[in-house]
């Protein structure tokens, strides 16, 4: 089991940049894969990014490819969010979540396949 505590988030203009942070405890993060969802007030939460449990594969919603980028850190039990030239339709609560693989290499971007979440970090963009 693994608990996930995100943080990072704030105010910032329309083209800054944020960096978000996901802690988690345990011994076994490096046998999750991990993802990064968000959810704008009123609307469902969506997928963001997601990393395989070495790091070796991502991907990207395409509304974030090419602005935002995920990676982690093993030793560190981490998983952090780069997000550059963000746009006011970035604002939401932004979450990371993770899924027990073992050793497989696998990632997902649905939602219901995570089985742990964190609290939430809300990141706000000002036009």
């Known amino acids: 089991q693994v608990q996930l505590v995100e943080s990072g988030g704030g105010l910032v203009q329309a083209g800054g940049s944020l960096r978000l942070s996901c802690a988690a405890s345990?011994?076994?993060?490096?046998?999750?894969?991990m993802g990064w969802f968000r959810q704008a007030l009123g609307k469902e939460r969506e997928f963001v990014a997601a990393?395989?449990?070495?790091?070796?594969?991502?991907y990207y919603a395409a509304s974030v490819s090419g602005r935002f980028t995920i990676s982690r850190d093993n030793a560190r039990n981490t998983v952090s969010l780069q997000m550059n030239s963000l746009k006011p339709e970035d604002t939401a609560v932004y979450y990371c979540?993770?899924?027990?693989?073992?050793?497989?290499?696998?990632?997902?971007?649905?939602?219901?396949?995570?089985?742990?979440w964190g609290q939430g970090t809300q990141v706000t963009v000002s036009s």
């Open positions: 990393i395989s449990r070495s790091g070796g594969s991502t």
């Open positions: 979540a993770g899924k027990e693989v073992g050793r497989t290499t696998y990632y997902y971007t649905g939602p219901y396949a995570y089985e742990y």
């Open positions: 345990g011994r076994t993060f490096s046998g999750y894969a």
